[in-house]
Each structure stands twice: as C-alpha cells, then as structure tokens.
C-alpha cells in the first residue's frame, strides 16, 4: 500500500502534534527569557513589594539563567535624566526544590521619580556556545508595567 503524499504529510503532523509536550505549546516567544510579575503594581517610595520571575517557558527555549538583575526603567521617552534603578542581582539556585522560580520581596527605593511610564526590567544572562563551542554568555529582558506615584 502506497500512501499520498498529502496523507504523509497529515500523518506526520498529527504524530508530533502528539509528541510535543503541552507545556511548550503554551510558551509564547515572548517568554523565552522570563516571565516577571510584580504585586503590588502601584508603589510609592519605600513601600514593600514583591517580585516573581518563572523561567519554566524560557528552558523550554533553550535559555538556562545563570544571573538574573532587576531593575527600575523608564521603557519610552526616558530624556536621559533617569538611569535604570537596580533593586536585585541574583543567581538561581538549580539545586533548589523550585530551580525555575525566582521571588523576593524589597522596597521602592527613594529616588526622584518623574511623572512617567515605569517598568520593572528582568534581565537574564545565559550561556550559548560560539561558532567554536567555547560558551560566552548574552542577556535577554522581559519588562512588567508599574504605577508608581
């Protein structure tokens, strides 16, 4: 028996439709390097909030953080006035009972805030090989809205 190539085709792709994990069919490209949240989102200078980063989706892109920095940016039309606030460098720890979460808990800090857009920064460093498999490490960012008054 002889199948079509259309019937080839229809086949092979129900095979790895089946194949393909559920969770990485959930990852959105836009999560490769992170999902970070922030709770609360409306912060004044000196109030406690908590950050959560999750790299579930960014493992399933071949991304394994090594270092993690956070910080305070103005996304648009920063005039050059307001440089990026760092709130935390930290390393994940792959021995942990949850090795692809990252939460912790800081203060706004007391600086001069402008009448402005604001977003928390998730910048990720991660190894890839080079052309000669040596590793060299790149940085890739996911940003969260903040209201900050």
Not at 64 to 93: C, H, M, Q, S
Not at 104 to 124: E, G, H, I, K, R
């Amino acid at each position: 028996m002889q199948l079509s190539f259309p019937t080839v085709i229809a086949t092979l792709a129900a095979v790895f439709a089946v194949a393909t994990p559920a969770a990485a069919q959930a990852c959105a490209e836009a999560n490769r390097f992170g999902v970070v949240t922030i709770s609360p989102t409306t912060l004044s200078p000196g109030e406690t909030f908590t950050v959560a980063a999750n790299f579930s989706c960014a493992v399933q892109f071949g991304v394994k953080p090594e270092f993690t920095d956070y910080y305070i940016e103005v996304p648009v039309g920063n005039n050059g006035f307001e440089p990026p606030i760092l709130l935390a460098r930290r390393t994940l720890n792959p021995s942990s009972a949850t090795p692809l979460l990252d939460s912790f808990t800081t203060q706004l800090p007391f600086a001069l805030y402008f009448n402005a857009s604001y977003v928390v920064t998730l910048d990720t460093t991660y190894p890839v090989n080079g052309s000669n498999g040596s590793p060299y490490s790149v940085v890739g960012s996911a940003d969260f809205p903040i209201n900050i008054l």
